[in-house]
């Protein structure tokens, strides 16, 4: 669920949304062999693996660790991504936290996994193999120049393309909004847009818009309001150059 709440006296909050933009699309690619059972499947889907909050002091892959751990039984590789989650919680959070919760989402999410995996599409007739990066440039908040760190921050982000899909990632937090736009200027194509996938720590990207009512996610970026509009075009421009 979007987690960007905003209360009565228009502040925004950690909260539920319930009416938020967000990307619902799971995107599972599988890869298969000789034998009936698949050599690997890469999937992405787009919330924060945060059920387990602070006050979990235990090692753990949260939700998505336990589903990822379950999904592998069943095949050699199961590899799970995170889409544009940057403003999207998972649902039912507790606190103290408790790992039944967690649980119980990824049991859901393996079932619908599952029940993907007998209508899949086979994607046939092209064996393109290729990858490439793009540097970019996101402006930074006048505080943050101020603080001197430069009118920009320099990031890298990159591309994958296997046969007719196409992933590009970003070393930080990417909005869901982004994340579905990038998807629909390619609309006719398999296309994920991935949070945290190219090493680093890169922090939020938040959309324009929500500069305007503020929250977490703005307040703890060091990017402008400009830098959104740059990251969804340099993704973009990527797809284009995977081919």
Known sequence: ?????????GSVILGENLDGPIDREAILVTLDGSGETPIAEVCSF????????GDNYQLSGDWCGI???????????????NGGCA????????????????????????????????????????????????????P??????????????RIQIHGIRFGPVRIVGFPGEVFGETAMAVKQ???????????????GSAGYVPVREAYDTGGYEV??????????????????ELVKELG
Do not use: C, W
């Open 1 to 9: 669920m979007n987690r960007r709440e905003q209360i009565a006296d």
């Open 185 to 199: 200027a390619y609309a006719s194509d398999v296309v994920a847009v991935n949070s945290y996938t190219t090493g």
């Open 87 to 138: 403003d999207v919680n998972p649902r039912g959070r507790t606190r103290p936290s408790t790992f039944s919760v967690a649980e119980a989402l990824a049991e859901e999410f393996v079932g619908d996994i599952e029940s993907t995996r007998g209508s899949t599409n086979a994607l046939d007739g092209d064996d393109v193999l290729t990858g490439a990066f793009k540097l970019i440039e996101l």
């Open 219 to 236: 307040r703890v970026s060091p990017y402008s309001e400009d830098a959104e509009d740059v990251l969804r075009h340099a993704f973009i």
């Open 46 to 53: 787009a919330t924060h693996g945060t059920v387990m909050g």
């Open 67 to 81: 589903a990822a751990s379950e999904l592998e039984q069943k095949t050699q590789t199961f590899i799970y991504t």
């Open 140 to 153: 930074h908040k006048q505080g943050e120049i101020e603080a001197g760190k430069g009118r920009t921050a």
